[in-house]
């Protein structure tokens, strides 16, 4: 992208090389404006095909630090996104799986100052 404000962030490579998982803001579909969040993204390393992980659009509702699996089957990141319909104040672990395409919370806290995060650059 070239439209200013549009970033790209926190860039991790699938073990095997075929994808890249990233935070993002830029926009959720084609001609749309840039989110008020950051979301998780995923794409081939070899061509151009990004898909939204997350698709909040909500100010702090930030999703980021992804991480692929050694078996490139998950992505965990952690992000501020509502858990059982309760938009929590600490950011939270969350497990995408990319076959199943689903998202899950591995952590629940909705108080303030509970914030669970994962090492950079960590495998799991």
């Known amino acids: 992208d070239t439209a200013a404000g549009y970033d790209r962030r926190q860039p991790r490579y699938s073990s095997d090389g075929t994808q890249i998982t990233y935070s993002s803001n830029r926009p959720l579909t084609a001609g749309g404006s840039r989110t008020s969040s950051m979301n998780i993204w995923v794409s081939s390393s070899s061509s151009l095909t990004e898909t939204a992980i997350t698709s909040t659009t909500t100010s ?64 799991w």
């Open 60 to 123: 702090g509702q930030d999703a980021y630090a992804p991480e692929f699996n050694v078996s490139d089957q998950y992505i965990a990141f952690e992000g501020y996104l509502p858990v059982s319909g309760v938009t929590p104040q600490s950011s939270n672990i969350w497990v995408y799986d990319i076959v199943g395409s689903s998202t899950t919370p591995i952590t629940k806290n909705t108080g303030a100052n509970l914030d669970s995060k994962l090492m950079p650059g960590s495998t």
